[in-house]
């Protein structure tokens, strides 16, 4: 078994509680679930940068990345910087999050906000829309094309922005359909956890112009950018870069000043 199957598997178990302990329908008595979204595809669309910033404390591959920032600051600091966005992840056994976190960055921004999350089932779909999120994260590696179907149709109707997230040709292949709005290239493999970005620039050429193309993992470089954009990317998920420092919005201002200037 490898990482991505452990993940999966726990995250079915921790679905099914959760379903037997919060329906569906009062997710939709939430507060935040009547709340208009923000488009992440349109700001990327307008922006010069292009940055998605993430909020993330700890990773299967690098274990401990930082314990100690409040995600209310670090939403803040991301905002002020200029970021297009920013992906909340929510999972607590791998990750360290939780979807307080997605509340918590809510409270703080106006923003865009990605529930980062291994979403198998349609009930996370409603959860993050109730919590806050405005664009949700699906993973072709560990869905079927019919629920990639179902699930993106769903966060349609809620008005959610779906970004569908691929390694390789076949997942692409697979997911190609007009209920997505970013097409993001993972240059981590979730296998072996290698990085290239290799990966973001043979698939490029492959993903129709109708998506906004996100190149996510491993960027850590003004010139990785530069390069990315000549393949048409118009989005850049950067979240270790910038979780590593004690400041991670000054670190973000810093580095989308370097790249619009």
Avoid: W
Avoid at 87 to 97: A, E, I, M, N, R
Avoid at 142 to 154: G, H, M, V
């Amino acid at each position: 078994m490898n990482i991505l199957d452990k993940i999966v598997a726990d995250k079915r178990k921790e679905v099914s509680l959760k379903k037997s302990l919060i329906s569906v329908s009062e997710l939709e008595t939430y507060s935040l679930f009547g709340r208009n979204t923000r488009s992440l595809a349109t700001a990327l669309k307008e922006s010069n940068s292009g940055i998605i910033a993430e909020h993330k404390r700890r990773s299967p591959s690098k274990s401990e990345i930082n314990q100690s920032l409040n995600v209310h600051d670090v939403a803040k600091g991301y905002e002020d910087a200029g970021v297009c966005g920013m992906s909340v992840l929510t999972d607590g056994k791998y990750f360290g999050g939780a979807l307080d976190d997605l509340l918590l960055a809510r409270a703080a921004v106006q923003m865009p906000l990605l529930r980062k999350e291994f979403i198998i089932d349609e009930y996370q779909i409603i959860e993050a829309k109730a919590h806050g999120a405005d664009v949700v994260l699906l993973i072709a590696a560990i869905l079927t094309r019919d629920e990639i179907k179902s699930f993106s149709e769903l966060a349609k109707q809620l008005q959610l922005d779906v970004l569908l997230e691929v390694h390789n040709e076949a997942e692409l292949q697979k997911s190609l359909m007009p209920s997505l709005d970013m097409l993001g290239v993972n240059n981590r493999n979730l296998k072996t956890f290698e990085v290239s970005l290799d990966t973001s620039k043979s698939l490029s050429k492959l993903i129709p112009d109708d998506f906004v193309k996100v190149s996510e993992s491993g960027i850590s470089s003004i010139e990785a950018i530069d390069t990315l954009k000549k393949y048409g990317y118009e989005g850049f998920l950067i979240g270790e870069n910038f979780m590593k420092t004690d400041d991670p919005g000054l670190h973000a201002k810093e580095f989308i000043e370097q790249l619009e200037g």
